[in-house]
């Protein structure tokens, strides 16, 4: 088996990596870091639950060799959170409880980090399209949006 | 003055009647409660920490609820049908009042104070005097406390009205949106392999040859195979390399077909094949009796109508694969699974691997929402029979998401057929109802090891299972085909039909999602037809004064909302096996001009008995209206005559976030009544009012689900 070394950074930690040039980013995650919150779900990129922020823009880390992101500053649902505080959505999904089984919740919860990093007051179209993807089987979809809501709410009275 | 009511403590404590069944007392201030019923996302461990917060009155944070382990926690069944809340729930309550008040008997009694004066503080009785304390936990090393039983009915409850408007934080959110809740999939032990089945195309090939070249593949990168009749595994310590080679190996077999998979559409199969057919009467049971003919009446003032509603095969299609892990060492085998009949498993467990009950341990670990039976028992089966074979090693086995899609069981095809005759006051006098459908109950049973999808592999001999009609009320095909409606006259006829192409089980409300959109659908047709609103129809044909306020509830809340430009609105309800939660559903949507429909608006007025967990509640209606809007508008397992070809999301599509309406909940609260299940009141509901809805848009009945522009297209143009 030809193994291959590369140094990943992940939520601010770098770390040295012994793989198969082919391993996805996601077992690496898994495997190497013991960050387990980025889940598998299809490995396919069709349903959202492996989603990472690589330079702040949404990633599918379920078929993307690991490789591909050395020199980048990758970040996964542990990451997101500084310094043992919630992000606003995480904190409105907690208010809101947006979430049953919570296997989805990862992904969801990085796709609109990406949102509302890159729009302060994101339209419903794009709040919809930053969520095409991410699939959820409980239907916490009315809870999550709700969450939302309770984000923009919130950046609005803040102006 | 305060309302006293009793209660019935219910099944579970029939079987477990200590408190201390129920409820443990770990210092200094932390209460733990059993339940034999698992979290799937229901939020039922929220609900059971809230219930017993309430009696006691202790902080729900000082509460934790014990995950299923068969070890230690009762034996409540399986986590199914709507149970959780009335049989553990009740059981809490029940164990937590009986505490309570023996608790206050006994500070009373120790520091000499007199009850009704006694101030309860936490867990902690103080005499103002002396400052001396007697607390829950004191209590709770008592003899007294382990001998403390729960009668099966307790009197004299006081019925206090609690405020249910404030948030309550559920017991697993904080971690989930860290990504730190634990899932199955998360396990991680020394010594463990990575595990995936290799499957042929269909439940009809069989192993025939390896090419043998492929093992110096699997040695080069540390693989192993395991090779039973036509089960095939591969397993590794490297999961990304245990995936990688499922192909390789996979191509390297040799299969041959012994069956084809169908050879006719399914609708077709469902009319031609051999069926068990019954008479259900009202109240829901089945008899093996003959049919009666349908009636006719000569009355010329009299109206018959006729109605035929098909439910295609839908998936449990759970975001994450089935998983399980498990050890087999020294004889013992220690086992993790998602699994919703986890005690059954062991049972099963013992007779397939001929060990004791009590060498077997399992731990339930959450696994990706599904609601129902998919393939969670299969893969700890298989987790088991692999553990087995590599003893003294984890085995953590997942399916893949083809393994999930193609070889999960579904939620049956079904059809129903209608008729019904009103008379010259638009009542409706007669209704014949019939329901076709294959099994939904193949859940994991003692004595049936076919009930295991790779027992078709594992087995060279393996014959195909006829299913045995249920008989008891609202059971699988025949859930809900009982109408709640005051009907004069019904022909209610449940049809197991054999043979049909795919594997069946419980699907979240098992018969009751076709029976009631069949039903509620076939309201509309009649109350369109003798042009009365849909709300005053209904409750025209109603006795029951909780079902007549709920339809009423209903109808505020919709009169409250604008009708969007191009909106039609359709109603429905039911109460689910006609004994759990009433629920009314109103949906408004639009139908573009290429046919695409798109929800705008839903309204879901509920009646769940006493309110637990008001945000409980709401999330499961509106992720149950949801699941079910998705049944209705998207899916369907396709399949041809030789395998399923639904072997991933693009080729069974779920609803997304850019069609979920906006949805309003009313949560009627009955203080003092008992809880009913909520999990699956709304699913008939929803399919019925998007139907109902649809039909007010295209005004043409759609028969055929999934409601999708190909159906709708297909039907409109004939």
């Known amino acids: 088996m030809n193994k291959t070394e590369y140094i ?54 379920c078929n993307r060799p690991a490789i591909e992101f050395v020199n980048k500053k990758i970040t996964t649902i542990e990451g997101i959170a500084k310094n043992e505080v919630l992000n606003e959505i995480q904190q409105s999904f907690k208010e809101f409880n947006a979430a049953q089984c919570g296997y989805c919740t990862s992904g969801i919860i990085v796709s609109l980090t990406e949102l509302f990093n890159k729009k302060k007051i994101p339209e419903s179209k794009e709040i919809v399209e930053s969520l095409s993807g991410q699939l959820c089987r409980c239907g916490s979809h009315a809870s999550v949006l709700k969450a939302v809501n309770n984000v923009i709410k919130i950046r609005k009275n803040h102006g | 003055m305060v309302n006293k009511y009793k209660l019935n403590t219910g099944a579970s404590v029939k079987d477990y009647n200590k408190v201390s069944d129920w409820l443990s007392f770990e210092s200094p201030d932390k209460i733990n409660i059993s339940t034999g019923k698992v979290d799937i996302g229901q939020h039922i461990s929220t609900t059971l920490a809230l219930i017993c917060s309430r009696e006691l009155e202790i902080d729900i944070n000082s509460i934790f609820v014990k995950k299923l382990n068969t070890d230690i926690t009762p034996n409540e069944g399986i986590t199914a049908s709507s149970l959780s809340v009335p049989n553990s729930g009740t059981a809490i309550k029940a164990a937590s009042i009986i505490f309570k008040r023996n608790f206050l008997d006994y500070a009373a009694k120790s520091l000499n104070l007199i009850k009704n004066n006694i101030k309860l503080d936490d867990g902690v009785v103080k005499d103002p005097n002396s400052n001396a304390s007697i607390s829950f936990w004191d209590f709770s090393q008592t003899e007294d406390f382990f001998k403390l039983s729960i009668p099966e009915i307790i009197e004299d409850i006081n019925q206090n009205n609690i405020d249910h408007n404030f948030h309550v934080e559920t017991k697993f959110i904080n971690s989930i949106v860290q990504g730190e809740y634990r899932f199955l999939h998360d396990l991680k032990f020394d010594n463990m392999l990575h595990a995936r089945i290799i499957r042929p195309q269909s439940y009809s090939h069989r192993f025939v040859s390896i090419d043998e070249s492929i093992y110096k593949y699997l040695k080069d990168h540390n693989l192993e195979l395991f090779i039973k009749n036509s089960f095939v595994a591969i397993l590794g310590d490297d999961e990304y390399e245990v995936i990688k080679s499922l192909n390789r190996v996979k191509n390297s077999i040799k299969w041959e077909q012994v069956d084809k998979l169908a050879n006719d559409e399914v609708f077709n199969l469902i009319d031609k094949n051999n069926k068990d057919t019954l008479v259900v009467k009202r109240g829901g049971e089945a008899f093996h009796e003959n049919i009666p003919e349908i009636k006719s009446y000569k009355n010329s003032n009299y109206k018959t109508l006729t109605s035929e509603f098909n439910k295609p095969y839908l998936m449990h299609g759970s975001i994450g694969p089935s998983a399980s892990c498990s050890i087999y060492k020294n004889g013992k085998f220690v086992i993790y699974s998602h699994s919703q009949a ?15 009950e009590e060498n077997i341990t ?97 087995n060279n001999d393996f014959k195909k299972y006829k299913a045995e009609p249920r008989t008891g009320a609202h059971m699988g095909i025949h859930r809900n085909l009982d109408p709640i409606y005051n009907f004069k006259e019904t022909r209610l006829v449940k049809n197991l039909v054999h043979d049909l192409p795919l594997r069946t089980s419980a699907l979240r409300t098992l018969g009751a999602f076709a029976n009631t959109t069949a039903t509620e659908t076939f309201m509309d047709d009649l109350c369109i037809e003798v042009n009365i609103d849909p709300f005053e129809f209904r409750i025209n044909h109603l006795d029951d004064n909780r079902a007549i306020d709920l339809l009423n509830d209903l109808k505020t809340q919709m009169k409250k ?158």
């Open chain 2, 342 to 356: 986890i005690y059954a498993l062991k049972s099963i467990l013992s007779n397939a691997f001929n060990v004791e």
């Open chain 1, 8 to 61: 990943l950074n992940v939520n601010g930690k770098s770390k040295n990596i012994v793989s198969s040039e082919d391993k996805p980013l996601l077992y690496i995650l898994r495997d190497d870091f013991n960050l387990t919150g980025t889940k598998l779900g299809c490995g396919l990129e069709q349903c959202g639950s492996c989603a990472v922020l690589v330079d702040g823009s949404k990633v599918l880390s």
């Open chain 2, 362 to 458: 399992l731990h339930f670990m959450p696994g990706a929402g599904c609601y129902g039976h998919n393939g969670a028992d299969d893969v700890t089966y298989e987790a088991a029979l692999l553990s087995k074979e590599f003893e003294n090693k984890y085995i953590l086995l997942k399916w893949t998401r083809e393994d999930e899609n193609c070889w999960e069981p579904y939620g049956s095809a079904s059809k129903n057929k209608l008729t019904a005759t009103l008379d010259e006051n638009n009542k409706i006098i007669y209704w014949s109802s019939e329901a076709y459908s294959d099994t939904y109950l193949t859940r994991p049973m003692v004595g049936k090891l076919e009930y295991f999808v790779s027992q078709r592999f594992i």
């Open chain 2, 561 to 718: 909302d604008k009708l969007s430009e191009n909106g039609f609105r359709g109603i429905a309800f039911s109460r689910y096996k006609n004994s759990a939660s009433y629920c009314a559903v109103g949906v408004e949507l639009t139908v573009s001009d290429n046919v695409e429909v798109e929800l705008k608006q839903a309204w879901i007025s509920v009646d769940a008995g006493e309110v637990a967990f008001k945000e409980g509640i709401e999330a499961q209606v509106e992720g149950g209206f949801i699941q079910a809007a998705s049944w209705s508008l998207y899916e369907k397992v396709d399949f041809d005559n030789n395998e399923i070809l639904s072997k991933d999301w693009d080729g069974y599509k779920i609803i997304e976030f850019d069609n979920i309406p906006l949805i309003k909940t009313s949560v009627i609260n009955r203080v003092g009544f008992p809880y009913l299940g909520v999990g699956e009141a709304v699913a008939g509901p929803t399919g019925a009012s998007i139907s109902n809805a649809l039909k007010r848009a295209l005004g043409e009945r759609i028969k055929s689900m999934p409601f999708s522009q190909e159906n709708i297209t297909k039907q409109l143009l004939g």
